[in-house]
């Protein structure tokens, strides 16, 4: 059998990959809420922000905002509560009385408040392009596929699935159907622990979606696992890229999922700010690669981030690996330190940044006439299933920073 050669915009040539080539062919069906229906202010509309505070005041009491910490601040501006996306999802589903809930992020987050959400309010992603890299690179069937290959190898039974908070609703489900859970960047650690509970001990295995450095981090750095103890489960390779030997033998079967923001920072990039800046703290978030955290002095979620640059010393010196909006923010908000982005070439969170003050103003404006726009639903069944992952996430013990 012959893969198809052609991809949905009829110019590129397929590379196995849901990918185009710059400048190759274009695919309209993944380019959701490039076109808004009505008219999308141009961002050179002076008037904007003006726009955006009207009509957030026609809505009133019936209207919250949430804005994820990576967004740009002139999205940001206008949120009633900032934070990670866990954070920000149970904020909404503690107003009842919010009609509508506008989620500046992207979609899984958008629908991880749907689900926690009641049934009245509803969901609005004003950009529905705003996807996110990591979550789209484990997709539900890819999974259920991966699972017949353990099955195959005769470890299924032994394996409990692990999916980082920055996934799909249907993979969250799909943890909760199988006996898994639900984990943030701060509760990891005891999360993966929880999981291996759940097996006899050392015969127990964990498949940690869809973050492979996350899991490797908190399985190596914090349980005392090996390097040799995690193989990467590889969707685009025959038989996932590992023989029934390494599924036997392993205990961390990382999914190869990655963040593009903090995938990009490199052990070089480490020690070229340590050259460049004396004396400096090098703090960054568990989605980095192995070799950037075994590298840093601080690693912790964007909250822990947070509050690592609040309680610092006035005259010190940071150097922070995670996305650009937030460190520019703390640089702003804190100018009796010193905070430069980890790497020196620019990088903002992509997907994050299509969120921007045209298509808020467009999403509120819709709303205030009346027009619910964008409207994000997760069915049923995921949402069910869903909530039992997130719920045992939740009987969990507090989190605990990756590295004091």
């Given at each position: 059998m012959t893969a198809d050669t052609t991809a949905r915009g009829g110019a590129a040539p397929a590379s196995g990959l849901p990918l185009l080539l710059l400048g190759r062919g274009s695919d309209p069906f993944s380019e959701r809420g490039v076109e808004c229906p009505g008219d999308l202010p141009p961002a050179s509309d002076p008037d904007l922000v003006e726009r955006a505070q009207a009509a957030k005041n026609a809505l009133g009491e019936k209207l919250f905002v949430l804005g994820h910490h990576y967004q740009r601040d002139e999205v940001i501006q206008f949120a009633d509560v900032t934070g990670d996306s866990f954070k920000l999802a149970r904020e909404a589903a503690a107003r009842p009385d919010a009609e509508f809930i506008v989620f500046c992020g992207v979609h899984f987050m958008a629908e991880s408040a749907d689900i926690l959400t009641a049934d009245h309010q509803q969901v609005v992603l004003p950009d529905l392009a705003a996807g996110c890299s990591m979550a789209d690179m484990a997709r539900l069937q890819q999974v259920e596929d991966a699972w017949e290959r353990l099955a195959d190898a005769g470890v299924a039974d032994d394996v409990v699935p692990i999916t980082y908070m920055n996934s799909s609703a249907d993979i969250m489900a799909y943890c909760g159907r199988h006996g898994g859970a639900v984990c943030t960047s701060s509760n990891a650690e005891r999360s993966l622990r929880w999981a291996f509970e759940q097996r006899?001990?050392?015969?127990?295995?964990?498949?940690?979606?869809?973050?492979?450095?996350?899991?490797?981090?908190?399985?190596?750095?914090?349980?005392?696992?090996?390097?040799?103890?995690?193989?990467?489960?590889?969707?685009?390779?025959?038989?996932?890229?590992?023989?029934?030997?390494?599924?036997?033998?392993?205990?961390?079967?990382?999914?190869?999922?990655?963040?593009?923001?903090?995938?990009?920072?490199?052990?070089?990039?480490?020690?070229?700010?340590?050259?460049?800046?004396?004396?400096?703290?090098?703090?960054?978030?568990?989605?980095?690669?192995?070799?950037?955290?075994?590298?840093?002095?601080?690693?912790?979620?964007?909250?822990?981030?947070?509050?690592?640059?609040?309680?610092?010393?006035?005259?010190?010196?940071?150097?922070?690996?995670?996305?650009?909006?937030?460190?520019?923010?703390?640089?702003?908000?804190?100018?009796?330190?010193?905070?430069?982005?980890?790497?020196?070439?620019?990088?903002?969170?992509?997907?994050?940044?299509?969120?921007?003050?045209?298509?808020?103003?467009?999403?509120?404006?819709?709303?205030?006439?009346?027009?619910?726009?964008?409207?994000?639903?997760?069915?049923?069944?995921?949402?069910?299933?869903?909530?039992?992952?997130?719920?045992?996430?939740?009987?969990?013990?507090?989190?605990?920073?990756?590295?004091?």
């Open positions: 006899p001990e050392g015969a127990g295995k964990v498949m940690f979606l869809p973050d492979q450095h996350l899991g490797r981090n908190t399985a190596v750095l914090q349980l005392g696992l090996s390097l040799e103890d995690c193989v990467v489960i590889d969707p685009h390779k025959p038989d996932f890229g590992v023989t029934d030997e390494e599924l036997r033998q392993a205990r961390m079967l990382l999914w190869r999922g990655h963040c593009s923001v903090h995938g990009r920072f490199s052990a070089a990039c480490v020690d070229d700010v340590r050259e460049r800046v004396p004396g400096v703290n090098v703090l960054v978030h568990p989605e980095c690669t192995h070799d950037v955290v075994t590298k840093a002095d601080y690693v912790g979620s964007t909250e822990y981030i947070i509050s690592m640059i609040e309680k610092a010393p006035p005259g010190s010196a940071w150097a922070i690996g995670t996305e650009l909006n937030l460190v520019k923010r703390l640089a702003a908000e804190h100018p009796d330190k010193t905070v430069v982005f980890l790497d020196d070439t620019v990088c903002f969170c992509a997907t994050m940044n299509r969120i921007d003050l045209p298509h808020l103003v467009w999403a509120l404006e819709n709303l205030a006439d009346g027009h619910v726009v964008n409207r994000i639903e997760v069915d049923e069944d995921v949402t069910h299933w869903a909530k039992v992952a997130l719920d045992r996430m939740l009987a969990l013990p507090g989190p605990a920073p990756v590295k004091d």
